[in-house]
């Protein structure tokens, strides 16, 4: 089953011009953004999807910190 790249997702916990307001874009968006992030930010963020997404057979709902770079790794 193939990733739903353009499904609305959030990404949150990430600090944005001194709040911490969630960015709701593309999953596709919220994971380059999340790419872009210096490492301490990406352990800290929280991404969710619109719905689960089944990578390897398992359906997750939210992802956090590092097991962000597994969706990434999946970027085309």
């Known amino acids: 089953m193939s990733i739903d790249w353009t499904m609305s997702a959030a990404l949150a916990n990430v600090e944005r011009g001194g709040n911490e307001l ?3 874009t ?4 919220a994971v380059r ?3 872009t992030l210096d490492n301490a ?3 800290e ?3 969710r999807p619109e719905h689960g997404v089944v990578i390897d057979g398992e359906t ?4 956090a910190g590092q097991a962000i770079r597994g969706l990434a ?3 085309e």
């Open 22 to 24: 969630p960015e709701v």
């Open 73 to 75: 790794d999946r970027l």
């Open 60 to 63: 997750i709902a939210v992802f």
């Open 41 to 43: 930010l990406q352990n």
């Open 26 to 29: 593309s999953l596709e968006r």
């Open 33 to 35: 953004a999340w790419l």
């Open 45 to 47: 963020a929280v991404l």
